[in-house]
């Protein structure tokens, strides 16, 4: 079965400053799809970022860009330039062809002016 | 377009009533699926379907029950509500393709609590 995890429940950033969020999966299928979304107090899911397996190339949204390690089953969310508004817990989440997520447990990310 | 909408957005429940949450999409979307969050957690798959008539268990389907008679409806039943099931539940949909999978729009979610 796929598992998704975050090792980092909570994590704090200064206003400005780029911050790293880890997330690690386990799978034994070579086609499939990664996300990273973010909810913030409203409990909105919000679609931050998407990867597709077979491409090698990182995806990159605005300041946020992911760092996709394939054999290493990492992937990792870099936001660039932190923002008060990028407070928020952020989920990275695994997805077969089926479409099904699975995700991983959360980080809550804090930033500091 | 209104997106993905659910209702109600709260709920209290007595243990062992019964209710049905509601979801609707008007992104003619052909899969939709039902997950539960519970506090400091992430998401887990509760049903999901990939088209109308279709309809195939998740992680955690014990209690629940789903039906799809439309690609836009997809609502989720609860029978003999008990205190695990005190959630907040979120229906998504995405569009798949046989060239890919897209992603999930999420609605903004209903707290249900039982007591």
């Known amino acids: 079965a796929q598992t998704v995890t975050q090792s980092q429940p909570e994590m704090s950033v200064q206003e400005a400053e780029t911050v790293t969020l880890s997330c690690t999966y386990d799978?034994?299928?070579?086609?499939?799809?990664l996300f990273w979304y973010k909810q913030p107090p409203s409990r909105q899911m919000i679609l931050v970022i998407r990867?597709?397996?077979?491409?090698?190339q990182n995806a990159t949204e605005n300041r946020f860009s992911v760092n996709f390690q394939k054999a290493a089953k990492s992937f990792s969310l870099k936001i660039s330039d932190s923002q008060l508004g990028d407070a928020a817990m952020y989920f990275c989440a695994y997805s077969s062809n089926t479409g099904k997520l699975i995700f991983g447990q959360g980080t809550t990310l804090q930033v500091k002016p | 377009n209104a997106g993905v909408t659910q209702t109600p957005k709260f709920r209290i429940l007595k243990i062992g009533q019964s209710m049905t949450l509601q979801c609707t999409q008007d992104?003619?979307?052909?899969?939709m699926y039902w997950y539960r969050q519970d506090p400091g957690m992430g998401l887990k798959l509760i049903y999901y379907?990939?088209?109308?008539?279709?309809?195939d268990k998740g992680e955690v389907p014990n209690g629940y029950n789903v039906s799809r008679s439309t690609t836009e409806d997809f609502p989720l039943r609860l029978e003999l509500a008990a205190p695990s099931q005190t959630s907040v539940y979120f229906c998504?949909?995405?569009?798949?393709?046989?060239?890919?999978?897209?992603?999930?729009?999420f609605g903004p979610g209903t707290r249900l609590t039982v007591t």
């Open positions: 379907s990939v088209g109308a008539g279709i309809t």
């Open positions: 998504a949909s995405s569009y798949s393709s046989p060239s890919g999978i897209y992603e999930q729009y």
């Open positions: 992104m003619n979307h052909n899969y």
């Open positions: 990867q597709e397996a077979y491409k090698q």
């Open positions: 799978t034994s299928e070579s086609d499939y799809y």
